[in-house]
């Protein structure tokens, strides 16, 4: 009973002692994965614990995480028993993010500098005064002496000169010190944008991780805890660089990473993963399929009024790059680019560009061209992904040789799915599309239908030093009334393909400065005065 007392009164006045030790970890992060819409950060510390129950915490954790994805794990020479982690809020007195303290400190700066210009300004504006009330008495003397009919004209020449001389100096450098503080004025406002779009949504909120572990006896600890954050995210960006004449397209792969997290990821190593955490692992429940017969409540007057009025209204809202080739892994069902080098990337929101992979692929060249539409014929590059990964979706910018012709969106391509890809229009194949005839009259016997015949030609010229093969898309209508009938059509010559909506192919190579023709007609007959839609 003694010993339980003396345990009992050890407890109480000592009880932080007889709970735990505590460590404050320095910590710092040594690698991310980032996903589309988050990322996984993993942090670590060297820590050198005692035997017995203990504590470390890990300070300054950004107020993005998710609470529940927190998991510690470590390494040690010695026997180690995790006992469990907890996540707690932390008040800062400041800012935590270097950035942020960064462009705090600059605005000061500058704001310094305008005081001192100002402060220049004034100086000035006392001197021009000065300068102006001695430039009047000495007018008001100089008249004196006209009067008197003894005036010294050369001396006050000279010293109205100087007067003149001083007083433009002043007024330039007024005008000079004034649009230097229009311009630091506009970099403070581009400085305090930039803050507020960094800054957290909490700047002043952050988290911290407490670790309880137990240790068998004093040795050295290296502690990693991971967790995830929100306001992270990474996507796909190519180049693609068509070279007709070796038959190859380039392929970039490349990166762009945003991060709002509220750290900054200094000399980490990065993953990017296709993966998507926050979409569901399995698929949603099928509810029953139930018919029934609806009866429409009655809405009382005012009331549908009322509810269009407060209905919200839809808006559309309208890069440092490094280069290195990334390592490219499959997880299970996602693959992952692995960038080979610790990058550093800050948490301020503006992107950054990573290279993924330089490939070239096979491509087969050839035009396209829809003439009704656009008199323009587009190269087109035909490849088969023969890349080790599919092509996710995304921005692609578009290159012939080293010109640049526009931008696209590439849509996602399985491993050995054919692609078909268009960098623009070549000026060197003419095309035009012409309506050649279009003639009304009656048909039948009574004259109680009326017909208009239609007749086209498409001319192609192909004025390059080589033969190209093109594609001429266009089309005949089609009826869907019996009333309406589609007759006589002719082609010349006639076309590779034709759907049942009355799209025609044809497919032509065309020798150097040669030209190539279709024409093809067709008659339409409908009921005397129809409003016919389509004509």
Same mark, same amino acid.
């Given at each position: 009973?003694?010993?339980?007392?003396? $345990?009992?009164?050890?407890?109480?006045?000592?009880?932080?002692?007889?709970?735990?030790?505590?460590?404050?970890?320095?910590?710092?992060?040594?690698?991310?994965?980032?996903?589309?819409?988050?990322?996984?950060?993993?942090?670590?510390?060297? *820590?050198?614990?005692?035997?017995?129950?203990?504590? &470390? &915490?890990?300070?300054?954790?950004?107020? #993005?995480?998710?609470?529940? #994805?927190?998991?510690?794990?470590?390494?040690? @020479?010695?026997?180690?028993?995790?006992?469990?982690?907890?996540?707690?809020?932390?008040?800062?007195?400041?800012?935590?993010?270097?950035?942020?303290?960064?462009?705090? #400190?600059?605005?000061?700066?500058?704001?310094?500098?305008?005081?001192?210009?100002?402060?220049?300004?004034?100086?000035?504006?006392?001197?021009?005064?000065?300068?102006?009330?001695?430039?009047?008495?000495?007018?008001?003397?100089?008249?004196?002496?006209?009067?008197?009919?003894?005036?010294?004209?050369?001396?006050?020449?000279?010293?109205?000169?100087?007067?003149?001389?001083?007083? %433009?100096?002043?007024?330039?450098?007024?005008?000079? $010190?004034?649009?230097?503080?229009?311009?630091?004025?506009?970099?403070?406002?581009?400085?305090?944008?930039?803050?507020?779009?960094?800054?957290?949504?909490?700047?002043?909120?952050?988290?911290?991780?407490?670790?309880?572990?137990?240790?068998?006896?004093?040795?050295?600890?290296?502690? /990693?805890?991971?967790?995830t954050t929100r306001g992270s995210s990474w996507s796909p960006l190519y180049n693609?660089?068509?070279?007709?004449?070796?038959?190859? !397209?380039?392929?970039?792969?490349?990166?762009?990473?945003?991060?709002?997290?509220?750290?900054?990821?200094?000399?980490?190593?990065?993953?990017? #993963?296709?993966?998507?955490?926050? $979409?569901?692992?399995?698929?949603?429940?099928?509810?029953?399929?139930?018919?029934?017969?609806?009866?429409?409540?009655?809405?009382? %007057?005012?009331?549908?009024?009322?509810?269009? +009025?407060?209905?919200?209204?839809?808006?559309?809202?309208?890069?440092?790059?490094?280069?290195?080739?990334?390592?490219?892994s499959e997880t299970g069902l996602h693959l992952n680019f692995e960038i080979p080098?610790?990058?550093?990337?800050?948490?301020?929101?503006?992107?950054?560009?990573?290279?993924?992979?330089?490939?070239?692929?096979?491509?087969?060249?050839?035009?396209? @061209?829809?003439?009704?539409?656009?008199?323009?014929?587009?190269?087109?590059?035909?490849?088969?992904?023969?890349?080790?990964?599919?092509?996710?979706?995304?921005? +692609?910018?578009?290159?012939?040789?080293?010109?640049?012709?526009?931008?696209?969106?590439?849509?996602?391509?399985?491993?050995?799915?054919?692609?078909?890809?268009?960098?623009?229009?070549?000026?060197?194949?003419?095309?035009?599309?012409?309506?050649? %005839?279009?003639?009304?009259?009656? +048909?039948?016997? *009574?004259?109680?239908?009326?017909?208009?015949?239609?007749?086209?030609?498409?001319?192609?010229?192909?004025?390059?030093?080589?033969?190209?093969?093109?594609?001429?898309?266009?089309?005949?209508?089609?009826?869907?009334?019996? =009333?309406?009938?589609? %007759?006589?059509? /002719?082609?010349?010559? =006639?076309?590779?393909?034709?759907?049942?909506?009355?799209?025609?192919?044809?497919?032509?190579? !065309?020798?150097? =400065? +040669?030209?190539?023709?279709?024409?093809?007609?067709? @008659?339409?007959?409908?009921p005397k005065d129809a409003n016919i839609r389509g004509l």
């Amino acid at each position: 009973m003694k010993k339980l007392f003396l $345990l009992l009164f050890l407890f109480i006045l000592f009880p932080f002692q007889a709970l735990s030790d505590e460590i404050v970890a320095k910590s710092s992060i040594e690698s991310v994965i980032i996903y589309s819409d988050r990322a996984e950060v993993v942090r670590s510390a060297n *820590l050198r614990v005692k035997p017995g129950f203990q504590t &470390i &915490i890990f300070e300054g954790l950004p107020a #993005s995480i998710i609470p529940n #994805s927190v998991r510690v794990s470590g390494s040690s @020479t010695i026997q180690i028993k995790f006992l469990g982690v907890e996540i707690e809020d932390q008040f800062l007195e400041s800012p935590s993010l270097p950035e942020i303290k960064k462009i705090e #400190s600059q605005i000061r700066e500058l704001e310094s500098e305008i005081s001192k210009m100002s402060e220049e300004i004034d100086i000035l504006n006392s001197q021009e005064n000065f300068i102006k009330s001695i430039q009047s008495k000495t007018a008001e003397k100089a008249s004196q002496e006209i009067t008197l009919a003894k005036p010294d004209l050369l001396s006050w020449e000279k010293a109205m000169g100087f007067f003149e001389s001083k007083l %433009k100096e002043i007024k330039k450098s007024k005008i000079e $010190l004034n649009r230097k503080i229009d311009d630091t004025r506009r970099e403070i406002d581009a400085l305090k944008k930039k803050l507020q779009s960094i800054t957290p949504s909490k700047p002043l909120e952050a988290k911290k991780a407490i670790v309880s572990i137990e240790a068998e006896k004093e040795g050295d600890l290296k502690l /990693n805890l991971s967790y995830t954050t929100r306001g992270s995210s990474w996507s796909p960006l190519y180049n693609l660089r068509a070279l007709p004449e070796e038959g190859e !397209i380039e392929f970039y792969l490349f990166s762009k990473v945003t991060q709002k997290s509220g750290e900054d990821w200094k000399n980490v190593k990065v993953l990017l #993963s296709t993966s998507s955490p926050s $979409l569901e692992t399995s698929p949603p429940p099928l509810n029953p399929w139930i018919l029934d017969i609806y009866v429409p409540r009655p809405v009382p %007057k005012g009331l549908m009024e009322e509810k269009l +009025a407060m209905a919200p209204v839809r808006e559309e809202i309208g890069v440092s790059i490094e280069y290195a080739e990334a390592e490219i892994s499959e997880t299970g069902l996602h693959l992952n680019f692995e960038i080979p080098r610790k990058v550093s990337i800050p948490s301020d929101g503006s992107p950054h560009k990573f290279p993924i992979d330089f490939s070239k692929l096979t491509s087969k060249f050839d035009y396209i @061209t829809v003439p009704k539409l656009v008199e323009s014929a587009f190269l087109r590059g035909k490849i088969k992904n023969t890349l080790p990964y599919p092509i996710i979706s995304g921005n +692609a910018d578009i290159f012939i040789s080293n010109e640049f012709v526009g931008s696209t969106n590439l849509p996602f391509t399985s491993k050995d799915e054919e692609l078909s890809l268009f960098f623009g229009r070549d000026e060197q194949i003419r095309v035009k599309y012409e309506l050649v %005839k279009k003639e009304r009259g009656k +048909a039948g016997l *009574l004259g109680g239908r009326e017909r208009i015949k239609f007749a086209y030609r498409i001319t192609i010229q192909n004025l390059r030093k080589n033969e190209i093969e093109i594609e001429v898309i266009d089309q005949i209508p089609i009826s869907q009334n019996t =009333q309406i009938e589609v %007759k006589d059509v /002719n082609f010349n010559p =006639q076309p590779d393909k034709k759907d049942e909506k009355g799209i025609l192919s044809w497919f032509r190579k !065309i020798s150097p =400065q +040669a030209k190539k023709e279709i024409t093809f007609e067709f @008659t339409i007959e409908f009921p005397k005065d129809a409003n016919i839609r389509g004509l």
